[in-house]
Nanobody, 122 residues
Framework: QVQLVESGGGLVQTGGSLRLSCAAS????????MGWYRQAPGKQRELVAT???????NYADSVKGRFTISRDIAKNTVYLQMNSLKPEDTAVYYC????????????????WGRGTQVTVSS
């Protein structure tokens, strides 16, 4: 069964760092785009970053220069390194994947994880 499982969330102080991981089951994930979304309380889900199988990346303006997305093809795992965290980064972070990059970028991904909570205290 196709599955995405996030881990690595937690509570951190402003300016701190966290690394999220998304473990994917199924070999298909080694060749399709993957990414991270987040949803804060009372707000719409928003794109954080995406990465293709070739390593091309895309970031939301709000996280550029602070977050880095990467993937380990052999481990079917995508990472999100988050540095210089701010209280406004507090949200549930979701891993997502789709066969088509445009659907992933548009928030209409086929595969979603259950999410991991990231809380940044001021």
């Amino acid at each position: 069964q196709v599955q995405l499982v996030e881990s690595g969330g937690g509570l951190v102080q402003t300016g701190g760092s966290l690394r999220l991981s998304c473990a994917a089951s199924g070999s298909i994930f080694s060749i399709i785009p993957m990414g991270w979304y987040r949803q804060a309380p009372g707000k719409q889900r928003e794109l954080v970053a995406t990465i293709t199988s070739g390593g091309s990346t895309n970031y939301a303006d709000s996280v550029k220069g602070r977050f880095t997305i990467s993937r380990d093809i052999a481990k079917n795992t995508v990472y999100l390194q988050m540095n210089s965290l701010k209280p406004e980064d507090t949200a549930v972070y979701y891993c997502a994947a789709d066969y088509v990059l445009e659907r992933l970028l548009g928030g209409d991904a086929t595969f979603w994880g259950r999410g991991t909570q990231v809380t940044v205290s001021s």
